[in-house]
């Protein structure tokens, strides 16, 4: 383990703002817009392996960085509770200057939702996984985009249904045909504060997390303890902590407002989870189904800031994993 905020609706001004100060201001490649089917599954039903959910007609940004036929390699985006913006869109723009496939799914419209910063039970937290995983499928049936070659990034509660999705019993549930499986996973800021039957045994590809340990919206400490037992099971899997980084440090269109008080987004920093039988996730202090709307442990009032420190260690961190893990041309 290394050691070193909102869901909000983001300007587009923030854009060029951000690579002057990265130091890459390039264009970036035009946004082809994919239609992607998935399904939407409870919890239970992901966890139980049922696939009768309701099916559902996604979209995502596909970003390809210049004509040519040769292929490439990619990295689905998942975003956060308050949809994808630009925040995603400047990593996608990261990425592509490395030669790399951005392709950003949109979880949320395609299901008739606009956030759940206030109201985190309109969707199930392992749905965006499932979307994950048809994602891949789609993308390694691409003429341009290398299927060995295809990693998975998220934020928040996309980092969660990143971390998730590297189970190999859901992979082995819900995964695409064929065999085809993410190269690399990168959570940032990812709720680790469920612990679900056989957690430990995750995919043998890399993985790589990023947090902040003043984040009081998704509190570090599950994450730290998450991956120890990953790691005593031989697992490749670093957590990168910032100190006195607050949830979504890497949001730079946050510079200069300091800390941001979400007064009325729910927060599960005070629960313990855990799957019990049949896929019901369960309050281990109480023993009771947990539902974000009513469980006594679910509070309201996060903080979000952005740090520009952690924020560029971060960038350097993802762009060498990236380099190192997908080989990029």
């Not at 940004?61 to 400047?90: F, M, N, Y």
């Not at 599950?222 to 957590?239: F, H």
């Amino acid at each position: 383990m290394t050691s070193r905020g909102a869901h909000w609706i983001l300007s587009n001004a923030s854009i060029c703002l951000f690579f002057v100060c990265s130091g890459t201001a390039q264009a970036q490649p035009p946004a082809e817009t994919i239609s992607l089917a998935s399904t939407t599954l409870t919890d239970q039903q992901v966890l139980t392996g049922r696939k009768n959910g309701n099916p559902v007609t996604l979209t995502g940004e596909l970003r390809i960085p210049g004509p040519g036929s040769d292929r490439l390699a990619a990295v689905i985006l998942l975003h956060g509770s308050g949809g994808p913006g630009v925040r995603e869109r400047d990593w996608s723009q990261q990425l592509n200057a490395m030669g790399v496939v951005a392709f950003m799914v949109n979880s949320f419209s395609g299901r008739g939702i606009a956030s759940t910063v206030n109201d985190q039970d309109q969707l199930g937290r392992l749905a965006m996984a499932i979307d994950a995983y048809r994602a891949l499928e789609l993308l390694s049936k691409h003429p341009r985009i290398d299927p060995a070659r295809i990693a998975l990034m998220g934020f928040s509660r996309g980092g969660q249904a990143v971390l998730y999705s590297g189970l190999k019993r859901l992979y082995r549930m819900h995964g695409p045909a064929g065999g085809v499986e993410f190269a690399a996973y990168i959570t940032f800021y990812a709720n680790c504060g469920t612990r679900y039957v056989d957690d430990h045994d995750i995919t043998d590809k890399p993985v790589r997390m990023f947090h902040g340990s003043a984040d009081d919206y998704v509190p570090v400490a599950p994450c730290r303890s998450y991956v120890e037992r990953l790691r005593a099971n031989g697992k490749d899997v670093t957590l990168t902590e910032y100190a006195g980084a607050h949830h979504v440090f890497d949001g730079v269109t946050l510079r200069g407002q300091g800390f941001i008080k979400l007064a009325q987004a729910q927060t599960t920093r005070r629960c313990d989870l855990a799957e019990a039988t049949d896929g019901k996730i369960i309050n281990r202090q109480t023993g009771q189904p947990f539902t974000t709307g009513g469980d006594p442990c679910v509070e309201r009032g996060t903080t979000i800031a952005y740090n520009p420190e952690a924020h560029a260690d971060a960038l350097r961190a993802v762009r060498e994993f990236v380099a190192a893990t997908l080989k990029p041309k």
